[in-house]
């Protein structure tokens, strides 16, 4: 009985860690090794939230990203990220980045536009969305301009 206990318990620590780390996929954290290659994915655009971990302004957002996240699961064409402009410097001078947080969406490797607007899952899903088909389209004219 002790035995089948010792080979039980690691198991479900084992799954409930895939749990959680299957949770929290739909933000995906990109550094300065995956970010280019991440935004200049083809027909993908990425809203990334640029922040770091001592701003009280990044702290009061709570959840509100990893909401987002949950909230675009299955949009193939949107991908949420995040950026700790702590540890990953380079990648916040490169765009630019001089406020916390600060959120932009790219699309096909170009920065779009910064989101400027409430801070509610609503009102952040609905721009994202509203602006990733502005872009899809216009990337669609300039593919067939070629």
Same mark, same amino acid.
């Given at each position: 009985?002790?035995?089948?206990?010792?080979?039980?318990?690691?198991?479900?620590?084992?799954?409930?860690?895939?749990?959680? $780390?299957?949770?929290?996929? !739909? =933000?995906?954290?990109? /550094?300065?090794?995956?970010?280019?290659? &991440? *935004?200049?994915?083809?027909?993908?655009?990425?809203?990334?939230?640029?922040?770091?971990?001592?701003?009280?302004?990044?702290?009061?957002?709570?959840?509100?990203?990893?909401?987002?996240?949950?909230?675009?699961?299955?949009?193939? $064409?949107?991908?949420?990220? !995040? =950026?700790?402009?702590? /540890?990953?410097?380079?990648?916040?001078? &490169? *765009?630019?980045?001089?406020?916390?947080?600060?959120?932009?969406?790219?699309?096909?490797?170009?920065?779009?536009?910064?989101?400027?607007?409430?801070?509610?899952?609503?009102?952040?899903?609905?721009?994202?969305?509203?602006?990733? $088909?502005?872009?899809?389209?216009?990337?669609?004219?300039?593919?067939?301009?070629?």
């Amino acid at each position: 009985m002790k035995l089948g206990a010792w080979v039980i318990a690691p198991m479900i620590i084992l799954v409930l860690s895939l749990t959680i $780390e299957l949770t929290k996929a !739909e =933000v995906i954290t990109l /550094t300065p090794e995956t970010f280019s290659d &991440k *935004v200049k994915e083809k027909d993908t655009a990425w809203f990334v939230k640029f922040c770091v971990p001592w701003c009280k302004h990044c702290k009061k957002l709570g959840n509100l990203w990893e909401d987002l996240g949950k909230a675009m699961e299955g949009d193939d $064409e949107i991908e949420i990220g !995040e =950026v700790d402009c702590g /540890t990953s410097r380079a990648v916040c001078t &490169k *765009v630019d980045i001089h406020s916390y947080p600060t959120f932009k969406l790219f699309y096909n490797g170009e920065e779009v536009t910064k989101y400027q607007g409430k801070r509610d899952v609503e009102s952040l899903k609905a721009f994202v969305v509203e602006e990733t $088909e502005k872009a899809a389209e216009k990337a669609q004219l300039e593919d067939k301009e070629l």
